[in-house]
């Protein structure tokens, strides 16, 4: 069965960075993408970005352009993605979603990690 | 603020019909992207609920139905169930300089 472990829970002060993985299993990693979806405490869905893992192209929204990477590594079937520059309104549980390879606009999410807690505080 | 609005609560008795909207715009719905309805409960991730407009992944019960017409789309759950108490949301592409797929603002339901 596909499943999607995403790393434990950060606490980071203002001005720094936060890395979390998400280990996928029950597939072939690299017949799939990855998108990033983060919902801060009592809000919404807000997508991030999208990682295909058969080339590495990535399409960010632009809210988050100048602040995320997003990576793989298929030696591993690990999916990455590094905020740069945190400030409190990153505070917010981060999601990784199994989503199609190829970039169109007909991308969905089909199964979810269980979320990393990002806490960000001085 | 999201491109793609939904009513922030619904609700019903069990064994009623409710259904949920999401309207969007010519930039997202309007413009032939696809719909996708996720159902979050309480403490955790979402789970895919309905994918391009109106089809349900399997293990998805057919109390869930999808529906798309112009620049809104709709998701209506029958025969309501205690266990269908969670958040809702929309989801499509946007192409319009505000992201590229987005969430709608979501949808409480609540079991009467």
């Known amino acids: 069965q596909v499943q999607l472990v995403q790393s434990g829970g950060e606490v980071k002060k203002p001005g720094a960075s936060v890395k979390v993985s998400c280990k996928a299993s029950?597939?072939?990693?690299?017949?799939?993408?990855m998108s990033w979806v983060r919902q801060a405490p009592g809000q919404g869905l807000e997508w991030m970005g999208w990682i295909s893992a058969y080339n590495a192209k990535t399409n960010y929204a632009q809210k988050f352009q100048d602040r995320v990477t997003m990576t793989i590594d298929t030696s591993t079937s690990t999916a990455f993605m590094e905020l740069r520059s945190l400030r409190s309104e990153d505070t917010a549980v981060y999601f990784c979603?199994?989503?199609?390879?190829?970039?169109?606009?007909?991308?969905?999410?089909?199964?979810w990690g269980q979320g990393t807690l990002v806490t960000v505080a001085s | 603020q999201s491109v793609l609005t939904q009513p922030p609560s619904v609700s019903g008795a069990p064994g009623q019909r409710v259904t949920i909207s999401c309207t969007g715009s010519s930039s997202n719905i309007g413009a032939g992207s696809d719909v996708q309805w996720y159902q979050q409960l309480p403490g955790t991730a979402p789970k895919l609920l309905i994918y391009?407009?109106?089809n349900r992944p399997s293990g998805v019960p057919d109390r869930f139905s999808g529906s798309k017409s112009g620049t809104s789309a709709s998701l209506a759950i029958t025969g309501l169930q205690a266990e269908d108490e969670a958040d809702y949301y929309c989801q499509s592409y946007d192409s319009s300089l505000s992201g590229l797929y987005v969430f709608g603002t979501g949808t409480k339901v609540t079991v009467l």
């Open positions: 391009g407009n109106f």
């Open positions: 029950g597939y072939t990693f690299k017949t799939y993408g």
């Open positions: 979603a199994r989503a199609d390879n190829f970039w169109s606009r007909h991308i969905f999410f089909d199964y």
